[in-house]
């Protein structure tokens, strides 16, 4: 018998099994994919982002998960070495209502108790990013703000959960979730069966094709978002030397400049509402609106040393904020849904909330006491 399965090793099912194995019982993953992380957690911006993005405005869960999230990823990177950018961020301004935008988010966040930020001159902004547009207003240094190697981070948190104990399992797919008993059935494409006190279903986009799977009606509804992207080859490296914001929408973080970890520089997202979870293809259209959009922050930009085309579907849902919670009709089964942005931020903020928060408020759950466990 199982007493923890978790549906799903993106960064959030993984970050879930590496806390998870720091507690006594047995822990197992189930990912359909070749590759951990393979899906949403590697098609995405990469972006640790900074707390003053995360306003409590946004969704309290987005916030609180997020703040959490950013500080325990500054821990994780260093305790398992992962390839970071981290020379912060700096949200523009192209008009004086924007630049008051920015003004308004720098209080709101010192009222939140963020106080890292500081407003930069349109000089002092230019002195910093000479490649920025020259008719930007001003900006907003965040300092906090990274970039991070995902699929590295997934790697070694999944390689410090395996030597604790977590057993994952790839190319593992789940075609149903019943009640049992004693639990729960799970069952796989070749019909396998696992028996699990507990389900984790941390399927991303498809977290709402596994809740179909066993409740009357799914308490969160699911909304594809595509995000696409154009990546600059390392040759661009050193072109923009911080990650660049426009000034923040009500509902999105906009087209942003996102220079990555391995010297590459990511231009993107576009966010369009589609059918299907499945297919993530750019188009050319999203890919003339980055083109657009990043023209407006900075200038000559070296689109010739463009290197690939990208898409990711944001897992959303109709509630802006995530939905991280024991489904009522069965406590011991907890959906993690609606994890679009700042899900990788949050995730490990996200796995710490879910032990402590839900499995500990149903049942105690023991930390382990061994002395060569791989903490961090
Ligand atoms: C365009 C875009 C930009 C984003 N930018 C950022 C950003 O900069 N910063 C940030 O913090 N967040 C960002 N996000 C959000 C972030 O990527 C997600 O919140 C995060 O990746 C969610 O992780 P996850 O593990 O829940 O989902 P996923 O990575 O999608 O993992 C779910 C896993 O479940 C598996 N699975 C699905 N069905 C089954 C099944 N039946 N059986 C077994 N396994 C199954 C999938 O194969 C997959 O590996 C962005 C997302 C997108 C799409």
């Given at each position: 018998?199982?007493?923890?399965?978790?549906?799903?090793?993106?960064?959030?099912?993984?970050?879930?099994?590496?806390?998870l194995?720091?507690?006594r019982?047995?822990?197992?993953?189930?990912?359909?994919g070749?590759?951990?992380?393979?899906?949403?957690?590697?098609?995405?911006?990469?972006?640790?982002?900074?707390?003053?993005?995360m306003?409590?405005?946004?969704?309290?869960?987005?916030?609180?998960?997020?703040r959490?999230?950013?500080?325990?990823?500054?821990?994780?990177?260093?305790?398992?070495?992962?390839?970071?950018?981290?020379?912060?961020?700096?949200?523009?301004?192209?008009?004086?209502?924007?630049?008051?935008?920015?003004?308004?988010?720098k209080?709101?966040?010192?009222?939140?108790?963020?106080?890292?930020?500081?407003?930069?001159?349109?000089?002092?902004?230019?002195?910093r990013?000479?490649?920025?547009?020259?008719?930007?207003?001003?900006?907003?240094?965040?300092?906090?703000?990274?970039?991070a190697?995902?699929?590295?981070?997934?790697?070694?948190?999944?390689?410090?959960?395996?030597?604790?104990?977590?057993?994952?399992?790839?190319?593992?797919?789940i075609?149903?979730?019943?009640?049992?008993?004693?639990?729960?059935?799970v069952?796989?494409?070749?019909?396998?069966v696992?028996?699990?006190?507990?389900?984790?279903?941390?399927?991303?986009?498809?977290?709402?094709f596994?809740?179909?799977?066993?409740?009357?009606?799914?308490?969160?509804?699911?909304?594809?978002?595509?995000?696409?992207?154009?990546?600059?080859?390392?040759?661009?490296?050193?072109?923009?030397?911080?990650?660049?914001?426009?000034?923040p929408?009500?509902?999105?973080?906009?087209?942003?400049?996102?220079?990555?970890?391995?010297?590459?520089?990511?231009?993107?997202?576009?966010?369009?509402?589609?059918?299907?979870?499945?297919?993530?293809?750019?188009?050319?259209?999203?890919?003339?609106?980055?083109?657009?959009?990043?023209n407006?922050l900075?200038?000559?930009?070296?689109?010739?040393?463009?290197?690939?085309?990208?898409?990711?579907?944001?897992?959303?849902?109709?509630?802006?904020?995530?939905?991280?919670?024991?489904?009522?009709?069965?406590?011991r089964?907890?959906?993690?849904?609606g994890?679009?942005?700042?899900?990788?931020?949050?995730?490990?903020?996200?796995?710490?909330?879910?032990?402590?928060?839900?499995?500990?408020?149903?049942?105690s759950?023991?930390?382990?006491?061994?002395?060569?466990?791989?903490?961090?």
């Open positions: 018998m199982i007493d923890f399965l978790i549906i799903g090793g993106g960064i959030v099912g993984t970050a879930l099994a590496h806390e194995s720091h507690y019982g047995r822990t197992v993953v189930l990912e359909k070749r590759t951990l992380s393979g899906v949403q957690s590697t098609h995405n911006s990469a972006l640790v982002h900074p707390p003053a993005m306003p409590a405005a946004k969704g309290k869960m987005k916030s609180v998960l997020g959490n999230g950013s500080r325990l990823h500054r821990i994780l990177a260093e305790r398992f070495d992962v390839p970071v950018f981290q020379h912060g961020a700096i949200a523009t301004a192209r008009t004086d209502e924007e630049l008051g935008k920015l003004h308004w988010l209080r709101q966040s010192e009222a939140e108790g963020v106080y890292t930020i500081t407003m930069l001159s349109r000089e002092e902004m230019l002195e990013e000479p490649n920025l547009h020259p008719e930007l207003k001003g900006g907003l240094f965040m300092p906090e703000a990274m970039s190697d995902t699929a590295v981070l997934t790697d070694r948190l999944a390689s410090n959960a395996r030597s604790n104990g977590a057993e994952i399992y790839l190319n593992t797919e075609v149903d979730l019943r009640k049992s008993e004693t639990g729960f059935e069952e796989t494409t070749d019909g396998k696992f028996q699990s006190r507990f389900v984790i279903n941390a399927a991303g986009a498809a977290a709402g596994i809740a179909g799977m066993i409740e009357d009606s799914v308490p969160f509804e699911p909304v594809p978002r595509r995000g696409e992207y154009l990546v600059l080859g390392k040759q661009a490296s050193g072109f923009i030397n911080h990650i660049i914001y426009p000034p929408t009500s509902r999105t973080k906009g087209i942003l400049i996102i220079p990555q970890p391995d010297g590459t520089i990511r231009l993107g997202p576009t966010d369009i509402k589609q059918n299907s979870f499945r297919f993530a293809l750019p188009t050319k259209e999203g890919i003339d609106q980055i083109k657009n959009e990043v407006m900075a200038t000559g930009i070296p689109y010739e040393l463009t290197e690939r085309h990208y898409a990711g579907i944001r897992s959303s849902i109709t509630d802006p904020d995530f939905y991280i919670r024991s489904s009522e009709k069965h406590p089964l907890i959906h993690l849904a994890l679009d942005s700042p899900g990788v931020t949050a995730a490990p903020a996200i796995a710490s909330y879910v032990v402590s928060d839900i499995i500990q408020n149903i049942e759950v023991e930390r382990k006491k061994d002395p060569d466990l791989a903490e961090y």
